[in-house]
C-alpha cells in the first residue's frame, strides 16, 4: 500500500511538470509573434501615402446692404459691445406743503441758509442727524431726502418731516422732534459807538432796535443820540434815521422799528462844539439839544477873571467849508462844530 500511494504521487507531481513546461513554452511562442509584428506593422504606417485634402467649395457671396451715411461716418466692428442706453432718473414730483404763517415768524424762528438743526423721532435711533440749511433752503433726511424748511418755523418742519414719514409708511406713528443748534441765518450788524460793536445772531421772537441795541451793550457817552438804521429791500437800500430820546419821551414805541436779518446800525459819534480862550476849562464838548452860548460857557467851567462875556466871538462852519464870524449873545442857539472864543476884557 505503501508503494502504491508513493506512485500515485509521483505521477501527480510528473503531470505538474508537464503543465508548467507547457505553458512556458507557450509564452515564449507569444513573445517570438510579438516580436515579428511589431517592426512589420511600423514600416507599413511608414509607407502608406497620406490622404489627399478635398478641395473646398468657393463660397457664395453675400450681397451687403448699402451702407447708411451713419454707418459710413463711424462704423462700429460686429463683434464690438454697443455699450447700454443711459438710464433716466426718476422724476421726483414737488412735495406740497402748507406755509408757515406771519404769526409763526412772529413767534417762532423761521428757519433760513445757515441754521443748523437738529432732527430726531421718537424710537428711531438711526434717524437722528445734526443737518445744515442748504443754499436751497431744504435739509436731507435719513430716507426722505431734501425736505423744504426755508421760511417756516421748526415746529412746521416736524409736522413735515411726520407726514411724510407716514405716508411713504416708514414709521407708523412718527414723533419727531427738530431743534434749532446754531442761529445763522438771521444777524444784524451793530456798529459805532456802542460797548460791543459786531455782529449778532437773531434768536426766536421779535427784534427791535431797542433790543438789538441792548445786546450791543448799549451806546456809549459819546455816542449820537441818533441813530442810523441801514436795510436793503428788493436791492434798493433804505435809511432810517431814530431819535432814541424822542422815542423814550413820547411812549409812542411804535417808532421802534423791527429788525430783520440783514440789518445794519450805525451809532455815530455825538456832535462836538469848542471853546478856548479865557475859560477855566477849555477844550472840546458834547452838544447837546437847544444848548445856548450862556450854557456852553458853564460847561466850560465859566469865563475867567481876566475874560468878558460882552465880546465872545463864535466861529461857524458854512456850507463852503468856510468859517463865518458870528457875533455871541448869550441866548445864541450853539450848532455842531461851532468854535467859541472868549477874548481878555479890555478893564
Known amino acids: 500500500m505503501q508503494n502504491a500511494s508513493e506512485v500515485v504521487s509521483a505521477v501527480r507531481v510528473s503531470n505538474r511538470t508537464k503543465r508548467f513546461a507547457l505553458g512556458v513554452a507557450l509564452l515564449a511562442l507569444s513573445a517570438a509573434s510579438l516580436t515579428l509584428v511589431l517592426p512589420l506593422a511600423a514600416e507599413a504606417q511608414q509607407t502608406k501615402p497620406a490622404p489627399k485634402p478635398r478641395a473646398a467649395k468657393p463660397a457664395a457671396p453675400v450681397q451687403q446692404p448699402a451702407p447708411t451715411p451713419e454707418a459710413v461716418v463711424s462704423p462700429r466692428p460686429a463683434n464690438e459691445l454697443q455699450p447700454p442706453a443711459p438710464i433716466a432718473p426718476p422724476r421726483e414730483e414737488p412735495i406740497a406743503f402748507e ?5 409763526e415768524a412772529a413767534l417762532g424762528y423761521p428757519l433760513g441758509v445757515g441754521d443748523v438743526v437738529r432732527v430726531s423721532v421718537y424710537q428711531q435711533p438711526d434717524m437722528a442727524t445734526d443737518i445744515r440749511v442748504s443754499e436751497l433752503g431744504t435739509i436731507t433726511v435719513p430716507l426722505l431726502g431734501p425736505v423744504p424748511v426755508a421760511g417756516v418755523t421748526a415746529k412746521r418742519v416736524e409736522d413735515r418731516i411726520a407726514s411724510l414719514l407716514k405716508s411713504r409708511g416708514l414709521v407708523r406713528d412718527p414723533q419727531v422732534i427738530v431743534t434749532v443748534l446754531q442761529f445763522k441765518s438771521r444777524q444784524v450788524s451793530v456798529l459805532g459807538f456802542v460797548s460791543r460793536p459786531g455782529r449778532y445772531a437773531l434768536e426766536e421772537g421779535t427784534y427791535r432796535l431797542t433790543d438789538v441795541l441792548a445786546l450791543a451793550g448799549g451806546t456809549l457817552l ?5 441813530v442810523t438804521l441801514v436795510r436793503t429791500i428788493g436791492g434798493k437800500t433804505q435809511k432810517l434815521e431814530i431819535d432814541l430820546p424822542s422815542l423814550f ?15 445794519s446800525i450805525y451809532v455815530a459819534r455825538a456832535p462836538l462844539f469848542y471853546i478856548y480862550g479865557e475859560v477855566n476849562r477849555p477844550g472840546m464838548f458834547r452838544l447837546d439839544k437847544d444848548i445856548n452860548l450862556m450854557q456852553a460857557l458853564s460847561m466850560g467851567g465859566g469865563v475867567t477873571q481876566r475874560g468878558t462875556e460882552k465880546n465872545v466871538q463864535i466861529r461857524r462852519r458854512n456850507a463852503n467849508g468856510d468859517y463865518d464870524m458870528v457875533k455871541g449873545a448869550l441866548n445864541e442857539r450853539i450848532q455842531p462844530n461851532d468854535v467859541i472864543f472868549v477874548r481878555e476884557s479890555l478893564f
Open 249 to 263: 419821551k413820547s411812549g409812542d414805541f411804535s417808532a421802534n422799528p423791527v429788525i430783520l436779518g440783514g440789518d
Open 99 to 103: 406755509a408757515g404763517t406771519a404769526e
Open 222 to 226: 459819546d455816542g449820537a443820540d441818533t
